[in-house]
């Protein structure tokens, strides 16, 4: 085929239906949980805006974000003061709200896109919320609808009703080096219009989450809980990041990643189209990695992808495939891990049709089905 382009085992959510870039681990995103209100991120869905988009009332959507490269006059930039003063009017802090409280869930920070008020945060700041109120560096209070959300790469899109805002302005982030002097801005802890330095200590960086995600930008400036979806700052006071998680043990200090603004553009530009990221082939299950550890002792193989569940749209329950089987191949590839699992998705597109072999602990045989790919909304 061409491509177009609970049981006893630990449930490890394998991001092939909703695709979370997975910050377990040692690694969690900052976000500050305000208040716990029983919202469950696995089962609930984001709350993606009930805001009509369509040419009438959104932004033009040719180069919504302009990548601006990097001054000529390539000295040692701006002072850090200066940099503040250019680009925290364009930092906003977020506050998240669900139907289920009348007090924030959470809270992060922001970055103005457009002066008409599209703004970047993470997936996971809004994760759970139904409204956000969104606070200016001067004081303004204004709310916020989400447009909506991509867990794969944790970009979303908030919009507020105004006129002449004080919109960003973004950087080439493939021209990035290492060693390269960066500012962080954002809600640390709480404490808004916080500003962090350090410099670029990698690119490229993949969290090997077993989940789609960008390549990331490492940091040594700190990222500390409340500074999600912030902007990650070059030398010139251009966003070049937005900044997204760190290792968080007591023997790591100063590593944060942020997701390079030349790959979030399209996303971002996807989501405020459509609400989420057009294109994307995924089958409609959540799986367990098997090992020899918890394979065999529960009755299956020592490799595969154990399926936990199955989601209603998928074409795995017209071809009989059924929770407890275990996917062992796909389109003749062995399968041990998500990664590999992934990968083979990656070159399909929704309505493809893509090969598994599937092993039935039941009856300990093999049989291979094809099954059309589903396009994922989230």
Known sequence: MTPKKKSKLPLIIAALLVLVIGLGGGVFAGKVVQEETGYNPLTETLGLSDYLKNPENATSFEDIITLNPIPENTDSGYATTEIYE?????????????????????S?????MTADGYIITNAHVVDGGTSVNVVFHDGENLRGTIIGADVTTDLAVVKVEAENLVAAEFGDSTQLKVGER???IGNAGGLSSTMTQGIISGLDRDLGTGARSLKLIQVDAAINPGNSGGPLINRFGQVIGINSSKIADVDYEGIGFSIPISEATPILEDIIRNGYVTGRAVLGVSVVE???????INGL???????AEIMPD????????????VIIEANGVEITTSDELLSELDKFAPGDMFELKIYRPETRQTFTVDVMLIESVG
């Open 86 to 106: 250019k680009v925290n009017p364009s930092v906003v802090s977020i506050n998240v709200y669900s139907n289920q409280s009348i007090s924030p869930i959470g």
């Open 108 to 112: 992060g920070t922001g970055i103005v």
């Open 182 to 184: 960066i500012v962080a």
């Open 290 to 296: 098997l090992n020899s550890s918890n394979g065999p």
């Open 301 to 307: 193989p020592s490799q595969g992808m154990y399926i």
């Open 314 to 325: 998928s074409d795995l329950l017209n071809k009989g495939v059924r929770t407890r089987d």
